[in-house]
Every structure is written in C-alpha cells, then in structure tokens.
C-alpha cells in the first residue's frame, strides 16, 4: 500500500506540471493540488498510525507470551498482566481504525470531484476536436474555390483584354485573398491540433490517476475491515482475559485466539508496507 501511496502522489505531481490543464481545466490541477497538500498526507499517516499499533504490538508480545505461560501455570497475576498489554493494544487500534475512516472518506470525495473534472476535460477535448474539424470543413471549401478561381484565371487570361474587361483583376485580388486566408486557418488549425495534442496527454495521466486512486481507495477500505476485524479480536481477548480464571483450560482457549490474532496482524503488516 505503501508503493501504491508513492505511485498516486507521482501522478498527481505530473499532472501540476501539465500547464495546459490549467489553462483548459483549471479544476483539474487545483483538486489535484489539495490532494498532494492533505489527502495524500492524510494516507501516510493512516499507514503511520496502523505501524505503530503493528509496532506496539511486537513490543507486547513476547510479555503476553510469558504472561500466557505463567497463566497456564495458574498465575492470576499473569492474567492481569496480559489484560493490561491488551488494553493498551486496542487504543492503538482504534486510532489507527480512526485514520482509516477518515482517509478513506476523503479519497472518496476527491475522486468523486476528480471524475466530474474527468468529465469537464472530455467536454473540452470534443469541443477543440469539432473546433478543428469545422476549420478543415472551411479550408476545404476555400482550397476548392481557390481551384475554381484558379482555373478560370488560366482560361481568360489567353484573352488579355477580355482578361481584364472581365473579372480577371477581381478574381486575382479574390485569389490572393483566398490563400492568406487558408495561411491563416491552417496556422489556426495547427495551433488547435496542437492544444488538442496536449490536451489528450494530459488526459491520458488523468485517467491513470484516477484508476490508481480508485486502487488506493480499495485498499484503504480493505485496511479498514481489516483493522475493524483486528479490534473487534482485541475486544475478544480482552473480555476473555478479564471474564476468565486462574485456569489452564482457559489460558489455552485464550492461547488459540491470540495465535489467530498473531496471523491478523502479519497479514496487515505485509499488506500495508508493500
């Protein structure tokens, strides 16, 4: 989870450096921009918090060990002890099942927000696209009319004075017109094609930030089952440990559960530090 922080704050960083979004999209890079200012911090600690109840728990579990091994031996002052390192457990446990909360609350608004600005950057990109389309219409229609003029130049200007008599001067001065005009919708065209290029390069960085957000979001809320899932073991051994006696049999009912919480706790240490 950890990588999967790291690769969403690189995408988000490459998409503050997209100044065409900002200039096309300007909601684009100011959600982005609040994302890498208080969610993405927002997930580090929630990974902080999770580390230190993982942290906590190391430091606790060779006592509780011995705690459980002089329980068995019937020593109700080990049970005690045990009850006490549990209690200490779960309110780490239950900051860090507050930060997963929060985080996963606020991933899920911004990318809410982010897919609304996904959508806007479409409208944008449909827009200069048809915006091209139309001037490669209309320089089409003057490269077809330029031909035309042209042709008819060719056919009386055999004839000079019929050429000027007639509408050869205009048609030469409609001509020249004709081609500043194309000059010039062809450098607009290119200045479109251009936006539009780098439009769809931003976009393309969007769309992986908004599928990478989507994973982190998934994982966010796989972290919060599995540390809702964590406390509600703590609370298991807790009532178990206080409810229970200086008893054998109950040190080894109370010994399998905390095996079992053992397996929780690596399994949420593997996933939230790959």
Do not use: C
């Not at 997930?43 to 002089?70: G, H, L, V």
């Not at 990109?125 to 320089?139: F, P, T, V």
């Not at 089952?225 to 440990?241: A, C, E, H, K, R």
């Not at 409810?243 to 399994?267: H, I, K, L, M, R």
């Amino acid at each position: 989870m950890i990588e999967l922080i790291k690769n969403v704050v690189q995408l988000a960083q490459s998409i503050q450096s997209q100044d065409i979004l900002l200039a096309q999209t300007p909601a684009i890079p100011q959600h982005v921009g609040a994302f890498i200012q208080n969610v993405a911090p927002e997930a580090q600690d929630d990974i902080d918090a999770t580390n230190k109840f993982i942290s906590a728990y190391r430091q606790a579990k060779s006592s509780i060990d011995t705690a459980i091994a002089a329980w068995r031996g019937g020593s109700d002052e080990a049970r005690t002890q045990a009850l006490n390192q549990l209690q200490g457990l779960s309110t780490f446990v239950q900051s860090a099942t507050s930060a997963n909360t929060k985080v996963f609350q606020d991933l899920s608004s911004f990318k809410q927000a982010f897919s609304a600005d996904e959508e806007q950057l479409g409208g944008v990109l449909n827009q200069i696209n048809a915006q091209i389309s139309a001037i490669q219409a209309g320089i089409q229609d003057q490269q077809n009319t330029l031909a035309q003029e042209k042709a008819t130049l060719a056919l009386i200007s055999v004839n000079p004075i019929t050429y000027w008599i007639y509408e050869g001067a205009s048609l030469l001065t409609t001509s020249q017109t004709l081609e500043q005009a194309i000059i010039l919708a062809n450098t607009q065209m290119n200045a479109y094609a251009q936006t539009y290029y780098n439009l769809q390069h931003a976009s393309a960085i969007t769309q992986q930030l908004s599928s990478s957000v989507q994973s982190l979001i998934n994982s966010s809320q796989n972290l919060s089952n599995s540390t809702s899932i964590i406390g509600g073991q703590i609370t298991q051994l807790v009532d178990t440990v206080m409810n229970a006696s200086a008893t054998n049999e109950e040190a080894v009912v109370f010994q399998a559960y905390w095996a079992t919480f053992d397996g929780q706790v690596n399994d949420l240490d593997v996933f939230i530090n790959s």
